[in-house]
Nanobody, 117 residues
Framework: VQYVESGGGLVQPGGSLRLSCTAS????????MTWWRQVPGKEREKVAA????????DYADSVQGRFTISRDNSKNEAYLQMDRLKIEDTGIYYC???????????WGRGTQVTVSS
């Protein structure tokens, strides 16, 4: 099982980023996917989850209405569109199989998102 997250960077408050997650080693189209983020000194938190068919999603209250999770099962990829970014969105973002959980207990390297003026 492997996750490769990409698309992070430095952005000003109010800006946008689109993260990508390429997954391998399991049946991607049968698997829900969750995006997580971790800030130094805090526990990793769930950000957004999407079922395998891409028809049901769930968001953390802090990102509801600003972030959108999606997927392309033909590419084994999941995405996180992040709009109207806030300074508190800064962190390392990870993806993992599971709906609001890390079903396999494996993490990728993540991608750093920094929101700063």
């Amino acid at each position: 099982v492997q996750y490769v997250e990409s698309g992070g960077g430095l952005v000003q408050p109010g800006g946008s980023l689109r993260l990508s997650c390429t997954a391998s080693g399991f049946a991607f189209d049968d698997s829900a996917m969750t995006w997580w983020r971790q800030v130094p000194g805090k526990e990793r938190e769930k950000v957004a989850a999407l079922n395998g068919a891409g028809t049901f999603s769930d968001y953390a209250d802090s990102v509801q209405g600003r972030f959108t999770i999606s997927r392309d099962n033909s590419k084994n990829e999941a995405y996180l569109q992040m709009d109207r970014l806030k300074i508190e969105d800064t962190g390392i973002y990870y993806c993992a199989r599971g709906f609001n959980m890390n079903a396999l207990g494996v993490w990728g390297r993540g991608t750093q998102v920094t929101v700063s003026s």
